[in-house]
């Protein structure tokens, strides 16, 4: 279900947020917009002065980390529940590096997958954190259901994706354990696509992992038009619109050479139109990584960041 979901979601999406014609319907900067040196302004909502009235609580104990349920006042006002892997540091550590953790399509924060990828993290000294993204998880409806798929396909539905992404980081910023500068986000399809285009306009985010996500969906976007649409400011929610404010941030790319929901001509659109800083890898699987290490994969996202974040951990005894 999660695969049909995606399938619609890029071939439905790309009709309305790719068509230059569409885009300025929604909002696309014109031509005669005013030329800027300056990174444009987030296509997306940005109050860091909101208050979070943040709280947690012990959700699950094991042993390398804590795992709490924590919520916070998202960008809408709405309360945003979420899941933060706390690493179990010797007293006196110092503050730890924090990766803000986000899943495809119909994913939430209880999906097995992004758990596993929590741990993992959690086990080398990172906090993570994962939300539940509008209508996923604990913010679906009353009738308990998902979204429509085609609802997360409205330019505002995905600027409110990044915009409670920033609010996330707002919330690990305030932490008293987490490292501020050495924050990174890693995000898996749908998650790679939103992260993308909430990445590029924060700065706080030093290290940025993509996994099987792409763009330029119909193929309509030029290399020109994409610098115009950095120069200019863009409210697309295509991420290659956005994708080269990242550098000279460094930015990880895993793509699968058997995707047949980000065809291989989107993910390679991506990876073109990003900048200086980035690193592509193929792998010899599908969108799922069936047949390889899944967990030997997330190793390499986690050895990424700790490059990029330049993180030390002490050596085991």
């Known amino acids: 279900m999660h695969g049909f979901c995606l399938r619609i979601l890029v071939l439905s999406w790309s009709t309305i947020a ?32 909101k208050p979070l009235a943040a709280k947690e609580e012990i959700d699950t104990e094991a042993e390398d980390f804590v795992r709490y349920r924590v919520e916070f006042t998202g960008i809408k006002d709405d309360r ?21 953790l986000q899943y495809g399509s119909g994913g939430n924060k209880k ?8 741990k993992l993290f959690a086990g080398r ?12 998880g604990e913010r679906r409806g009353k009738d308990k259901k998902s979204a429509n798929p085609l609802g997360l396909l409205a330019t505002e ?3 409110h994706y990044c915009g409670d992404y920033c609010r ?26 939103t992260g993308i285009v909430y990445c590029a306009y924060d700065e706080r985010i030093k290290a940025v992992g993509s996994m099987v996500g792409g763009g330029n969906f119909l193929g309509l976007w030029t290399e020109k038009d994409a610098a115009k649409a950095l120069k200019e400011g863009s409210k697309s929610s295509d ?59 997330c190793r390499s996202v986690i050895d990424f960041m700790d490059q990029s974040l330049k993180v030390e951990r002490p050596q085991k005894q």
Request: proline share 10%.
């Open 125 to 136: 000294g990172y906090i993570v954190l994962t939300i539940d993204s509008p209508h996923q």
């Open 168 to 193: 996330a980081v707002d919330y690990l910023e305030s932490r008293r354990d987490v490292d501020r500068q050495r924050l990174g986000y890693v995000g898996i399809s749908w998650g790679a696509i």
């Open 157 to 159: 539905q995905v600027m």
């Open 18 to 49: 790719l068509c230059p014609a569409v885009q300025l319907a929604l909002g696309q900067s014109s031509s005669g917009a005013t030329t800027t040196e300056r990174q444009p302004p987030p296509p997306y909502p940005v109050d860091h002065s």
């Open 111 to 118: 999906t097995n997958y992004i758990v596993e990828i929590g």
């Open 80 to 100: 945003v529940p979420g899941y933060l892997y706390v690493p179990k540091h010797p007293a006196g550590t110092p503050r730890a590096p924090a990766i803000l």
């Open 239 to 297: 991420p290659v619109c956005h994708v080269g404010l990242i550098a000279p941030r460094p930015l990880l790319f895993i793509n699968v050479t058997k995707d047949t929901l980000i065809l291989r001509p989107w993910a390679e659109s991506l990876h073109r139109f990003a900048g200086e800083g980035k690193k592509v890898v193929w792998l010899e699987t599908d969108h799922y990584f069936r047949g390889l290490d899944r967990a030997e994969v």
